[in-house]
């Protein structure tokens, strides 16, 4: 069972942890090695420099700064008060929908706990069914759970009542917190300028013609009926069968290579080998002539 000192350990390790891999982000990012990495569209937009440039060897590696430390935090207050466009503008819209799926998280679990402790709660505490339990050591944690509630008890309904109000709050929030998240998303790229990115559209299952590759089918399909909205097209193709292919024949390379090298070695007697399995079994054959011929069956396969 259950008990407050497990509870206590798990959010202490689940906290330290949490602020650990905080620390961590926060002193990475004040090194100067790593400074395009954290500022990347500082550099795009030329209001930030290159902070290794005109320093000594460590310095271009390691903040120096002891002071910048100090307060090596205080950007989080600061990105929370910021105004979301101007953050958007500062840090960029991966920035406001991370800092958005926190906040979601708090507007989620903040009321069911609340809810749970006013409702469920009581509801546990109060039932009895632990105790009625001869020989079963159980703590006061134990009482607030459900296994504290008699088989077929009517209290059972306060628990399903409570899943459906969590699941159904959970979903809204979601929803409310995704449409949002679009409607950013789209009054970003609208405010950017244009690229081809923004507008391309995936095409699949092309049919094929007989008279035209699939490149020049795709290109006068679009510039006879969208031509004042089509720019260029790259066709795409699965090539794992290719790969597959390519590394067979490399394999096949390499064996008449070796039986090539073997053979010159040797000049009075011809290699050979199996046509079965890794050549531990079939018929056997000239090792040199069965490779080159294999190795021909492939090229015309590539």
């Not at 430390?69 to 929908?97: F, N, T």
């Not at 794992?240 to 040797?266: C, D, G, H, M, P």
Request: with cysteine; hydrophobic share 45%; proline share 5%.
């Amino acid at each position: 069972m259950a008990n407050l000192e497990d509870i206590i350990y798990s959010a202490a390790t689940y906290l330290l942890t949490t602020f650990a891999f905080l620390l961590a982000f926060a002193i990475l990012r004040l090194q100067p090695i790593n400074d395009r990495v954290y500022f990347p569209k500082w550099y795009l937009k030329g209001i930030r420099a290159s902070p290794t440039h005109s320093r000594a060897i460590i310095s271009k590696f390691v903040n120096m700064d002891f002071k910048t430390y100090i307060r090596l935090l205080s950007w989080m207050l600061a990105a929370l008060r910021m105004p979301e466009p101007e953050l958007i503008d500062h840090a960029g819209l991966d920035s406001v929908v991370y800092i958005r799926i926190y906040l979601m998280g708090l507007k989620i679990f903040v009321p069911i706990t609340l809810l749970a402790f006013a409702v469920l709660v009581p509801v546990n505490w109060t039932a009895g069914a632990l105790e009625q339990i001869k020989d079963l050591t159980f703590s006061d944690i134990d009482k607030l759970s459900i296994s504290n509630i008699p088989p077929g008890s009517r209290r059972f309904w306060a628990h399903v009542a409570m899943s459906y109000v969590f699941t159904f709050w959970t979903l809204y929030v979601i929803y409310k917190e995704y449409k949002t998240t679009a409607i950013l998303r789209l009054q970003f790229l609208a405010s950017e300028s244009h690229r081809p990115d923004h507008f391309t559209v995936l095409v699949r299952n092309i049919p094929p013609d007989p008279d035209e590759s699939v490149t020049e089918h795709v290109e006068h399909f679009f510039c006879v009926n969208h031509p004042d909205h089509y720019l260029t097209h790259q066709v795409v193709y699965n090539a794992n069968k290719l790969a597959n292919l390519v590394a067979k024949k490399k394999s096949l390379q390499n064996w008449l290579t070796y039986y090539q090298n073997k053979y010159e070695r040797n000049p009075l007697s011809r290699p050979t080998t199996k046509t079965g399995f890794w050549g531990l079994w079939g018929t056997r054959v000239d090792a040199i002539d069965f490779y080159t011929v294999e190795i021909g069956k492939l090229n015309e396969e590539v």
